[in-house]
């Protein structure tokens, strides 16, 4: 069974950064497939943060543009999201999927958390 597992979240000031990688199990997932990035604030409902396709083309949510940079390696098997000058707004726990998704991947994501 395919997994994806998100890390690199954790606890930072406003206007810092962070680096979340999600690894597949399988390349399977990789291969031919758009791959994005959500996620869910408290109280708020699941959202696409990013997504890029197998070649590297992107597209951001109007909020993060130009603060956030979507990234994969296709050998590894791996998608990155590079956070740059976070904002409180930007607490939510974050999580990688298949575009559009797939139930079966949701994993337990990475929490961020925007606070002074």
């Known amino acids: 069974q395919v997994q994806l597992v998100e890390s690199g979240g954790g606890l930072v000031q406003p206007g810092g950064s962070l680096r979340l990688s999600c690894a597949a199990t399988s390349g399977s997932i990789f291969r031919d497939n758009i791959m994005g990035w959500y996620r869910q604030g408290p109280g708020k409902v699941r959202e696409l943060v990013a997504r890029?396709?197998?070649?590297?083309?992107?597209n951001y949510l109007d909020s993060v543009k130009g603060r956030f940079t979507i990234s994969r390696d296709n050998v590894r098997n791996t998608v990155f999201l590079q956070m740059n000058s976070l904002k409180p707004e930007d607490t939510a726990v974050y999580f990688c999927n298949t575009y559009p998704t797939r139930y079966s991947l949701w994993g337990r994501g990475t929490q961020v958390t925007v606070s002074s």
């Open positions: 890029i396709t197998s070649s590297g083309s992107t």
